[in-house]
């Protein structure tokens, strides 16, 4: 069965960067379109941005739009979210999930991690 497990989030300051990994067990990545995700506190998880399992197209939430890219390494069988220029609205726990279609709605997907969290603050 497909396992996601998410890493690489932290304390970062406002302009700063981080790199999440979104790695794959269970299965090839390469079957899915993989999204990410985040919720902060209080508010919905929302999408993020998510790269298709045909062609690799992306898409992104137009409030990370320019500063957050979204890539897979199908040999390490994992997806990246690169994250530059973030700011404190940034400021959430991160998500990766799985699914057969280009959505960014969150009920849309399966195989849920579970969650890296990222805070940006000074």
């Known amino acids: 069965q497909l396992q996601l497990v998410e890493s690489g989030g932290g304390l970062v300051q406002p302009g700063g960067s981080l790199r999440l990994s979104c790695a794959a067990s269970?299965?090839?990545?390469?079957?899915?379109?993989i999204g990410w995700f985040r919720q902060a506190p209080g508010k919905e998880r929302e999408g993020v941005s998510y790269?298709?399992?045909?062609?690799?197209?992306?898409n992104y939430a137009d409030s990370v739009k320019g500063r957050f890219t979204i890539s897979r390494d199908s040999a390490k069988n994992t997806v990246y979210l690169q994250m530059n220029n973030l700011k404190p609205e940034d400021t959430a726990v991160y998500y990766c999930?799985?699914?057969?279609?280009?959505?960014?709605?969150?009920?849309?997907?399966?195989?849920w991690g579970q969650g890296t969290q990222v805070t940006v603050s000074s």
């Open positions: 999930a799985v699914t057969w279609r280009a959505t960014m709605v969150p009920d849309d997907y399966g195989y």
């Open positions: 269970g299965s090839t990545l390469d079957y899915y379109t």
């Open positions: 790269i298709t399992r045909n062609f690799g197209g992306t």
